[in-house]
């Protein structure tokens, strides 16, 4: 099996090769080529020298702070939406799995008397056992992962309505630990005072760059959505990939549960209806994943999630109301998803 797995990994890396070749070499990079490939950067870029000139309190250090913290969760998200994304999957249920996250740590913690590091440890487990019933759904029964994905929705959110009663659960525990938990979450380091948890998502970040441009997981990963056939041929267990796919996206979105209750000391059950989710896709397919699988990169995911960041953010510094900025959002992934399929398109001739 190691022997199919360094066969189908040397594949793919002459594939690759051969890719570049043909993009540079052959075809060459024209003004269009590189527009179409770095779309993300460039709107990135765009819309970082349009709200300076918006704004005067668009690059002060505070305003970029807060964007930065504002993103964390989100970035968090998108690596596992990425991981579903690259096997051909799609996670609708994230957004209640972050706040069924948010919600036990708080409830485990002041209703029945948990430590906080043996709830947050129970946080994440019953988080990643909600991604264990999806993947197992999706990936061995053969269930559209749409369709299993909005149903663990409904569900999930029902459950945390039950335990919750509709109350939002304050931390307000005294204990040494619990303080730690929360300084993590709302203070900054003393040097460069950037907050605490920009840090650890940038580690995530970092680790699952590493695993998808360095690993054999990573690859098969990819290779799991791009071509399940000749992953099959090669004897690859491609329902192992597409199952953990999914225990990856729920872990993570329940890391982001977790990390909300640090950064606000609460939890609400109105987190079920927030929009993790929307903005997960539409930043994982800004930064070039594919719905169709086997496309995606974890730096242009971070991208794409800032671009989407940053229009709530230029929103709120000229004071657009919250619900004119649903319908930018709209057009944004609309059009993410247009560009995705020029790219392809173009790819394909």
């Given at each position: 099996?190691?022997n199919e797995?360094?066969?189908?990994?040397?594949?793919?890396?002459?594939?690759?090769?051969?890719?570049?070749?043909?993009?540079?070499?052959?075809?060459?990079?024209?003004l269009?080529?590189?527009?179409?490939?770095?779309?993300?950067?460039?709107?990135?870029v765009?819309?970082?020298?349009?709200?300076?000139?918006?704004?005067?309190?668009?690059l002060?250090?505070?305003?970029?702070?807060?964007?930065?913290?504002?993103?964390?969760?989100?970035?968090?998200?998108?690596?596992g939406?990425?991981?579903?994304?690259?096997?051909?999957?799609?996670?609708?249920?994230?957004?209640?799995?972050?706040?069924?996250?948010s919600?036990?740590?708080?409830t485990?913690?002041?209703?029945?008397g948990?430590?906080i590091?043996?709830?947050?440890l129970?946080?994440?487990?019953?988080?990643?056992?909600?991604?264990?019933?999806?993947?197992?759904?999706?990936?061995?029964?053969?269930?559209?992962?749409?369709?299993?994905?909005?149903?663990?929705?409904?569900?999930?959110?029902?459950?945390?309505?039950?335990?919750?009663?509709?109350?939002?659960?304050?931390?307000?525990?005294?204990?040494?630990?619990?303080?730690?938990?929360?300084?993590?979450?709302?203070?900054?380091?003393?040097?460069?005072?950037?907050?605490?948890?920009?840090?650890?998502?940038a580690?995530?970040?970092?680790?699952?760059?590493?695993?998808?441009?360095?690993?054999?997981?990573?690859?098969?990963?990819?290779?799991?959505?791009?071509?399940?056939?000749a992953?099959t041929?090669?004897?690859?267990?491609?329902?192992?990939?597409?199952?953990?796919?999914?225990?990856?996206?729920?872990?993570?979105?329940?890391?982001?549960?977790?990390l909300?209750?640090?950064?606000?000391?609460?939890?609400?059950?109105?987190?079920?209806?927030?929009d993790?989710?929307?903005?997960?896709?539409?930043?994982?397919?800004?930064?070039?994943?594919?719905?169709?699988?086997?496309k995606?990169?974890?730096?242009?995911?971070?991208?794409?999630?800032?671009?989407?960041?940053?229009?709530?953010?230029?929103m709120?510094?000229?004071?657009?109301?919250?619900?004119?900025?649903?319908?930018?959002?709209?057009?944004?992934?609309?059009?993410?998803?247009?560009?995705?399929?020029?790219?392809?398109?173009?790819?394909?001739?």
């Open positions: 099996m190691s797995n360094e066969k189908l990994t040397k594949n793919a890396e002459t594939e690759s090769a051969a890719e570049t070749t043909l993009l540079v070499g052959e075809r060459k990079m024209t269009s080529t590189f527009i179409l490939k770095y779309n993300a950067l460039i709107i990135l765009i819309m970082i020298l349009a709200a300076s000139l918006m704004s005067p309190l668009f002060t250090w505070n305003n970029v702070v807060n964007v930065l913290r504002q993103q964390t969760g989100y970035i968090v998200i998108a690596m939406m990425l991981m579903c994304l690259l096997t051909g999957g799609i996670d609708l249920s994230v957004a209640s799995v972050v706040a069924f996250g919600i036990l740590v708080t485990l913690v002041m209703i029945q948990f430590g590091i043996p709830a947050i129970i946080a994440l487990a019953l988080c990643a056992f909600v991604g264990c019933i999806n993947g197992f759904l999706v990936a061995y029964l053969g269930m559209a992962p749409f369709i299993v994905t909005l149903a663990m929705s409904f569900g999930v959110q029902g459950v945390v309505y039950i335990i919750t009663k509709g109350m939002n659960t304050m931390l307000t525990s005294n204990a040494a630990l619990v303080q730690l938990f929360l300084r993590f979450g709302q203070n900054n380091d003393p040097v460069f005072q950037l907050p605490w948890r920009i840090y650890l998502t580690a995530i970040v970092v680790f699952f760059w590493f695993i998808l441009k360095y690993t054999a997981f990573g690859r098969l990963m990819a290779a799991t959505g791009s071509n399940p056939v992953v041929l090669a004897g690859i267990n491609i329902k192992k990939y597409r199952f953990m796919a999914f225990v990856i996206c729920s872990f993570l979105a329940g890391l982001a549960g977790v909300m209750v640090a950064g606000n000391g609460s939890s609400s059950p109105a987190t079920t209806g927030g993790y989710a929307m903005v997960a896709i539409a930043g994982t397919i800004l930064g070039g994943a594919d719905l169709g699988g086997g995606g990169s974890v730096p242009f995911t971070v991208v794409g999630i800032f671009i989407m960041g940053l229009i709530n953010n230029i709120n510094i000229n004071s657009v109301p919250a619900y004119p900025q649903w319908c930018v959002k709209a057009v944004v992934i609309l059009l993410a998803i247009f560009m995705r399929s020029v790219i392809n398109a173009r790819n394909s001739r």
